[in-house]
Structures are given as structure tokens and as C-alpha cells.
């Protein structure tokens, strides 16, 4: 399974190592810092990648997750986006 994360601090970098333990393929996504994000996905591992700033985890995860706080409501609205993405019809 492709599990996406959105957020890319401790609590998205853990859970993305036990998801990955378990042999799923982790998407990061969303950090102000591209060379966090890109640390935090090698820190995983193998299976641990960056999808970019949101759009990458929501098109290409078959789970998705927004971890850590959302002072500036920024994954507030990701996540009203999925949910509105996930409610289109596939085609």
C-alpha cells in the first residue's frame, strides 16, 4: 500500500518508519523546507520518498495522513481537498 504523509516532522518521520517496516511505500509531503523533507524520506529508508508539497500525496497515496499541527491551516485545507478528491468519481 501507498501510504502519504502529509507533514514531515518527528511524528511523520516515525510513523513513516513503521509503516515502511511493515512494507509499505511512504509519500512525505509538506515541509517549508525541501531539504527536510528530503532528509526526513531518507531517514525511512528504502521505501520512503518525497511527493512535493501536497498534490503528489494526494494523487498518489492509497492512504492518507496530515501529521503535526496546523498553525496556519495550510493541511486544514489539504485535507478538505482530498476528501473533496476523494468523493469524484474515478475516471
Known amino acids: 500500500m501507498?501510504?502519504?504523509i502529509i507533514g514531515?516532522?518527528?511524528i511523520a518521520g516515525n510513523a513513516g518508519r513503521l509503516f515502511a517496516r511493515a512494507g509499505?511505500?511512504?509519500?512525505?509531503?509538506?515541509?517549508?523546507d525541501p531539504a527536510t523533507l528530503a532528509a526526513r524520506a531518507?531517514?525511512?529508508g528504502a521505501k520512503g520518498r518525497v511527493a512535493g508539497r501536497g498534490g503528489g500525496v494526494r494523487r498518489?497515496?492509497?492512504?492518507?495522513g496530515a501529521?503535526?499541527?496546523d498553525r496556519?491551516?495550510?493541511?486544514?485545507?489539504?485535507?478538505?481537498?482530498l476528501a473533496d478528491r476523494l468523493k469524484e468519481p474515478a475516471g
Open 72 to 81: 496556519r491551516g495550510s493541511r486544514r485545507a489539504a485535507a478538505a481537498e
Open 24 to 32: 509499505h511505500e511512504v509519500l512525505l509531503s509538506y515541509a517549508r
Open 8 to 10: 514531515a516532522g518527528r
Open 2 to 4: 501507498r501510504i502519504g
Open 67 to 69: 501529521v503535526g499541527p
Open 42 to 44: 531518507a531517514d525511512i
Open 60 to 64: 498518489g497515496g492509497d492512504a492518507v
